[in-house]
């Protein structure tokens, strides 16, 4: 049984800092990508960041030169920096780890969310 575990969510002003973290419990065999993604009230969930084993990396265009995305495939955990918070980024964040055959999807894994409140 494989549990994603989210920590580092919590209440900033803005133009503050926040970095969460994301870690597998459990046996993952192979991790192709990580990823976060956030869902403020009333929106649809939307991807913030992902990155690739390979280290290729992917942001949303909200986000892009404030937040940085990073991975551990040897500890199977993700991070994601925060910088320059805005109250716009207020939302849960989510973790996702995805492993593929090629390019199949067989297995995906979400965290259970951590409240990021940014206040101005």
């Known amino acids: 049984q494989v549990q994603l575990v989210e920590s580092g969510g919590g209440l900033v002003q803005a133009g503050g800092s926040l970095r969460l973290s994301c870690a597998a419990s459990g046996t993952i065999f192979k991790i192709n990508r990580m990823g976060w993604y956030r869902q403020a009230p009333g929106k649809q969930r939307e991807l913030v960041a992902a990155i690739t084993s390979g280290g290729s990396t992917n942001y949303a265009d909200s986000v892009k030169g404030r937040f940085t995305i990073s991975g551990d495939n040897a500890k199977n955990t993700v991070y994601l920096e925060m910088n320059s918070l805005k109250p716009e980024d207020t939302a849960v964040y989510y973790c996702?780890?995805?492993?593929?055959?090629?390019?199949?999807?067989?297995?995906?894994?979400w965290g259970q969310g951590t409240q990021v409140t940014v206040s101005s």
């Open positions: 996702k780890f995805e492993v593929y055959t090629r390019v199949v999807l067989v297995s995906q894994y």
